[in-house]
């Protein structure tokens, strides 16, 4: 999309944001609402129409998150999944609530969190009960 800086509100408007007060200046900032997800935060025109000739985005916080949060979602997934295969319903957050998972190496299967898989490095709860044998 060409964008055409000497003016700003259109091109706003043409990258999903809305304007909420009377345009003042392109390097003042303005209370911005996004037409994607509704959320409304103050912004200069000029640091939106360049986050979106670099990044391809609009620059809404909001829809940032919420971008970070699923792709980050779909990393925990595939890092689980190379170790364990996943038995019971899961949706990617590293929550407290335990999962059901095979282990892939040893095929026991157990509960456990997320957190505990990816951080604290549990390979299997079941073979780690038992006293590894002494020489």
């Known amino acids: 999309?060409?964008?055409d800086l000497s003016s700003y509100p259109e091109n706003l408007t043409l990258?999903?944001?809305t304007l909420h007060e009377k345009?003042?200046?392109s390097k003042k900032h303005h209370k911005?609402?996004?037409?994607m997800c509704g959320h409304t935060w103050m912004a200069t025109p000029y640091s939106r129409i360049q986050l979106y000739r670099n990044n391809?985005?609009?620059g809404c916080p909001e829809c940032a998150k919420t971008r970070?949060?699923?792709?980050?979602?779909?990393?925990?997934?595939?890092?689980l999944q190379e170790r364990f295969e996943i038995l019971s319903e899961y949706d990617g957050s590293q929550t407290e609530n335990k999962i059901t998972v095979k282990n892939k190496t040893c095929g026991h299967t157990f509960e456990s969190t997320p957190t505990n898989l990816l951080h604290r490095g549990v390979?299997?709860?079941?073979?780690?009960r038992f006293p590894s044998p002494t020489n």
Do not use: F, H
């Open 1 to 3: 999309m060409n964008l």
């Open 68 to 79: 970070r949060y699923s792709e980050n979602r779909a990393n925990v997934i595939k890092l």
């Open 123 to 128: 390979k299997c709860a079941v073979c780690n």
């Open 23 to 25: 345009y003042i200046g």
């Open 15 to 17: 990258i999903g944001l």
């Open 32 to 35: 911005i609402q996004c037409n």
């Open 56 to 58: 391809g985005t609009n």
